[in-house]
């Protein structure tokens, strides 16, 4: 059997060619397949329909690259949950730019490893300047601002939580009820107390009752407050919890993975103003930023507030390989190996520039508009009330929580559309959280309609659940 080729090397794109044209018709062919946002039948049909399309997974005899390229990737494109179509709108799950998905494939095949500068000499170079270049971005009058690449809000958040942890010791953590839950899985991880929530009436965090926690609460105090909420995409009053936190001594981390790419809209970005008095935020790029997963940020004002990360193994920073000019990787991160998730980002900040970037995030915020004044004209459904950001929640009028669920369920179970789920105000809501700049007017009124004749077949009957 002949050695398989490989994708580096001068030789690689000429062995990538026939391989990228192979998946790029079984991806057609699963997405036709598909036809529509979800699969349909729901998990069984999906499981089952699935593991007859590709047989085993570990055969005797391989089937060769080809069929394996085309049996497997035709499989996955046809039980995919497309965020491109305009009607899956469930998450915080972005349709990524063909031209990042381009970047990601040169990732792969050169496959830098962000651990060592031996392993990614430009990579390591390229993802310097770009944390600089973002961290300024957050940070615009800081004199060395900072960032690290992480897998996303999670890992940005449990980080911003350890250094917050290394500078003070075992910090009092105080998040609102609207807060992601990352903030309490990354205190139970750091070992740190359960933080104190404070209430959330109106979606947002309550400037009086954090005003009492930490007027009632001692020792070093970290709120962390949210810029784009994960259920209605909500922005907590940012100046006046920073204003808060400076009078009582607390540092403050902000989660804006969601709303923080607001920064590159000038129609936007005022929605951020005091996210530069945080003393950590978190940004996703995997969200409203279009990149593939993964693309998260953590920044800090200061380079050197990301010091306690640095990490010594001889194979990897020796003392004098860095007295001796080589870069010391290892405090870019808490993970070893690591992919250059920073060219996907640049070629797209470098693509599209500033106004292309605020041009797709203000398309989107118009759509999430446009589907909400479509809710508040037709009678037959409920409007939480006006988009933050991207995020809409709805309703059939006078519908009790499980028809709302069951009406969610039928739609995914169908394969027309993927609306999420969230609680506010004591009720269950329909999520249409829209990352689609290509979304049209008619595509929302469709979206709609698909809802109110879900309620329609349930009265009747007529519709699974």
């Known amino acids: 059997m002949p050695i398989p080729p490989l994708a580096g090397g001068t030789a690689g794109p000429t062995h990538l060619r026939p391989l990228l044209d192979t998946v790029l018709t079984a991806l057609h062919n699963g997405a036709t397949r598909r036809n529509g946002p979800l699969p349909t039948g729901g998990p069984d049909t999906v499981t089952r329909r699935t593991r007859n399309a590709t047989g085993p997974l570990i055969p005797d005899r391989g089937t060769g690259a080809h069929h394996a390229l085309r049996t497997l990737v035709t499989a996955l494109a046809e039980g995919a949950a497309d965020p491109a179509h305009p009607h899956c709108a469930a998450h915080l799950h972005t349709p990524p730019l063909a031209l990042a998905a381009a970047a990601d494939l040169a990732a792969s095949a050169l496959n830098p490893s ?56 075992p910090v009092q953590t105080i998040c609102a009820a609207n807060a992601h839950h990352s903030i309490t899985r990354a205190a139970w991880l750091l070992g740190l107390p359960t933080p104190v929530v404070i209430p959330a009436p109106t979606g947002v965090m309550n400037p009086a009752a954090l005003d009492e926690a930490l007027t009632r609460l001692y020792g070093p105090l970290l709120v962390t407050a949210t810029a784009g909420t994960t259920d209605a995409g909500r922005i907590d009053p940012l100046t006046e919890i920073a204003e808060l936190t400076t009078a009582h001594g607390a540092e403050l981390h902000i989660d804006a993975a969601y709303g923080g790419p607001l920064l590159f809209s000038p129609t936007h970005r ?15 790029l995997h969200k409203l930023g279009w990149q593939p997963a993964s693309a998260g940020i953590l920044a800090v004002p200061d380079h050197h507030h990301l010091d306690p990360l640095h990490h010594h193994a001889p194979y990897l920073n020796a003392d004098d390989d860095t007295d001796a000019g080589l870069p010391d990787l290892l405090g870019r991160s808490l993970r070893t190996t690591r992919r250059p998730d920073a060219l996907k980002i640049a070629v797209t900040l470098q693509a599209l520039g500033r106004d292309g970037l605020a041009d797709l995030i203000d398309r989107t915020i118009a759509a999430a508009h446009h589907l909400a004044g479509i809710i508040t004209r037709t009678a037959a459904l409920e409007l939480h009330g006006p988009p933050t950001i991207s995020t809409v929640l709805f309703r059939p009028t006078e519908a009790d929580d499980t028809t709302v669920a069951a009406i969610r369920r039928t739609l995914l179970t169908r394969g027309v559309a993927v609306l999420g789920r969230a609680r506010a105000d004591g009720r269950l809501w329909l999520k249409a959280t829209l990352l689609n700049p290509h979304t049209t007017p008619e595509n929302l009124h469709q979206l709609t309609e698909l809802v109110t004749h879900a309620v329609t077949g349930l009265a009747e009957g007529s519709t699974p659940r």
Do not use: F
Request: charged share 20%.
């Open 114 to 169: 962000m651990d060592s500068w031996d392993q990614a000499p430009a990579a390591s170079t390229l993802e310097t300047d770009l944390t600089a270049a973002l961290a300024a971005e957050i940070y615009p009058h800081a004199l060395r601002p900072d960032s690290v690449i992480t897998t996303g809000g999670t890992e940005a958040n449990q980080l911003a939580l350890l250094l917050a942890r290394e500078r003070h010791g």
């Open 270 to 284: 005022t929605k951020l103003q005091g996210l530069d008095r945080a003393h950590s935020v978190t940004l996703d």
